[in-house]
């Protein structure tokens, strides 16, 4: 079975740009969650999407945004883009989204604001 | 304020002993743990994780412990070996929620 998958890999913005990321759950996972991961700050939860609904959102600006589409893949959106929002993207599904399942998580994507 | 906490940012054992890496927790409706590891360069990867009902759980060389009344867990691995080098996170959900709380991880070195 395929696992988490994001693409791109490496992304490198300017301020105030914005940046689409991607993530495809592994198959028959239907709760998607988003993290960002910053040196010193371990990994911060953005939201989570499950049957294509935000269902639970962190303490992150509206600048932060994500969907899920029918086939679960996801994506995130972060528009005017600061210096500091350059991170590590992770991605992880799971298979119903309770809080007893364990997460699966993708290699993630490296963002670099300039 | 963060709801789950990794004093320890590092730790170095030599290849053979004991790591003991801990995470505290502050938030009561937290009832499942779980430890992830995670190489640079790519994503977390489930160790093993501990529901509140039990007080001990155990995977080959890696074993949980929860001090509930303490509000506290801790990961051993024994014996420890040099591919265990490596950031841990402890990570923490309640029932009927599906986001993780992570702790910021300690990073561990096994040297030979």
């Known amino acids: 079975k395929a696992g988490v998958t994001q693409t791109p890999r490496y992304l490198i913005k300017t301020r105030g740009q914005q940046v689409t990321l991607s993530c495809s759950p592994i198959?028959?996972?239907?709760?998607v969650s988003w993290y960002q991961q910053t040196p010193g700050q371990g990994l911060q939860f953005l939201f989570e999407?499950?049957?294509?609904?935000?269902?639970n959102k962190g303490n992150f600006p509206g600048r932060f945004s994500g969907r899920q589409f029918s086939n679960s893949r996801s994506e995130m959106n972060v528009s005017t883009l600061e210096l500091g929002d350059s991170a590590l993207y992770l991605c992880?599904?799971?298979?119903?989204?309770?809080?007893?399942?364990?997460?699966?998580f993708g290699p993630g994507t490296r963002l670099t604001v300039l | 304020d963060q709801q789950v906490k990794q004093n320890s940012p590092s730790l170095s054992v030599q290849e053979g002993r004991i790591s003991i890496l801990n995470c505290d927790y502050t938030?009561?409706?937290?009832?499942?743990f779980l430890w992830y590891k995670k190489y640079p360069a790519e994503g977390p990867t489930f160790l093993i994780s501990i529901s509140s009902i039990k007080d001990k759980n155990e995977d080959g060389r890696f074993t949980v412990f929860l001090n509930k009344s303490a509000k506290h867990l801790s990961l051993h691995i024994v014996p420890s070996q040099p591919g265990d080098s490596a950031v841990y996170f402890c990570?923490?959900?309640?029932?009927?929620?599906?986001?993780?709380?992570f702790g910021k991880g300690t990073m561990l070195l096994v040297s030979p």
């Open positions: 938030n009561s409706m937290f009832d499942y």
């Open positions: 999407y499950f049957s294509e609904t935000q269902r």
């Open positions: 992880a599904s799971s298979l119903v989204g309770t809080g007893s399942g364990e997460q699966f």
């Open positions: 990570a923490a959900s309640a029932s009927g929620y599906s986001t993780l709380t």
């Open positions: 198959s028959g996972h239907r709760s």
